[in-house]
């Protein structure tokens, strides 16, 4: 349903993202991860036509999206991290008007919003004033408004950002329901929020995709060989040669932030956890603990972006994704009402 190829955006001498290729599949839920400035909100941006790629091409739905622009964005529903709005307008008001421009017809048009306030938890302010409502209710609308026109293709930047616990419970619950029914591309810095939506993850750092695959199957790669964690009370001198001497033991060494317990490297194909059970037995140690030691998708984030020590020292006149700071700066705030009419008629002008 989505497809971009070697898409690149640069900024002045700054690139931004560099040859960025990957695919998202129907009924599939694909997750973006990276650091601050890796690229992310710019993808998003280049993959809903709002900024154009320096090089590369996107196609949506089977449409390329810079030779048939309108067919292409009727796929697209967009939720952007600082969603823009009509202050002045009501939550309905706001939507109806929101669906006219989407081309509904009235009858099309009751059913959609009806749909739109229920599944996404603002039917209780349907009659308010956009500029009173929180951080999150105005999150809500912005997705309700880009669920609107049931599109085949939905992309969310950063979709719980303001939402209190409960609220993000139920957008994750939505969004998984969401992406059963279309192709769903998603940002976010909430790791366990990945693991919990997304069928497939996409690491991306200086612009590039450094890890891709399904969170068990990067936790795999990284970890390799099979890692035992082995807990003794006490910590018995000697312990460490002793268990490295087992048959399909690679090798011990100390757990790096729990004195007492041990990583017990295993040898390929190899299950000791028998062997170590009875000499601990042999022993007279006391086990406390056997298990697996699993890597978890933060250590693999950790591990595929390592350049945040030169990050902190790019300019300051860069901002976000290698933007100017001041255009980031202007996000960081509530948009402005002017900025909530011209993002809005772009989207139906382009």
């Known amino acids: 349903m989505i497809e971009a190829h070697e898409l690149t955006r640069r900024y002045g001498p700054a690139t931004a993202v560099d040859g960025l290729s990957f695919a998202v599949g129907e009924h599939e839920i694909v997750g973006i991860l990276g650091p601050n400035g890796a690229g992310k909100t710019t993808t998003l941006r280049m993959i809903t036509g709002f900024l154009p790629p320096n090089e590369g091409r996107v196609s949506v739905a089977g449409y390329d999206l810079f030779e048939e622009p309108r067919r292409a964005r ?35 048009a009751r059913r959609a919003i009806e749909e739109s306030l229920e599944r996404c938890l603002i039917a209780d302010v349907r009659h308010q004033i956009i500029g009173t409502l929180s951080k999150g209710y105005r999150q809500r609308v912005g997705l309700a408004q880009a669920i609107l ?24 619950a939505l969004i998984r329901e969401l992406g059963q029914e279309r192709a769903l591309l998603l940002s976010t810095h909430i ?82 956890r028998e062997a170590i059970f009875h000499t601990a037995v042999d022993q007279g140690w006391v086990l406390l603990g056997l298990e697996e030691e699993r890597a978890s998708l933060e250590d693999v984030f950790i591990r595929l972006t390592t350049h945040e020590a030169e990050r902190a020292a790019t300019p300051v006149s860069e901002g976000f994704d290698g ?28």
Do not use: F, W
Request: aromatic share 2%.
């Open 74 to 108: 009727r796929q697209i529903g967009y939720l952007p991290e600082n969603v823009a709005l009509y202050s002045e307008m009501r939550v309905e008001e706001y939507l109806s008007y929101r669906a006219r421009l989407e081309g509904l017809d009235r009858t099309a």
């Open 149 to 172: 026109h049931d599109p085949r293709v939905l992309v969310l930047d950063e979709p719980t950002v303001g939402l209190d616990p409960k609220q993000i419970i139920a957008i994750r």
């Open 191 to 272: 790791l366990p929020e990945v693991e919990l939506i997304c069928d497939r993850v996409l690491i991306i750092d200086r612009g590039r995709i450094v890890g891709e695959g399904t969170p068990e199957d990067l936790r795999t790669r990284l970890q390799g060989a099979t890692v035992l964690r082995v807990e003794l009370k006490g910590a018995p001198a000697g312990a460490d040669d002793t268990l490295a001497g087992l048959d399909g033991v690679d090798g011990v060494r100390p757990h790096p932030t729990e004195p007492a317990k041990l990583l017990v490297e295993c040898a390929t194909g190899a299950d000791p």
């Open 323 to 350: 933007e100017p700071a001041e255009e980031e700066a202007l996000a960081d705030d509530d948009p402005p009402e002017a900025d909530g009419s011209d993002d809005t008629e772009q989207e139906v002008i382009q």
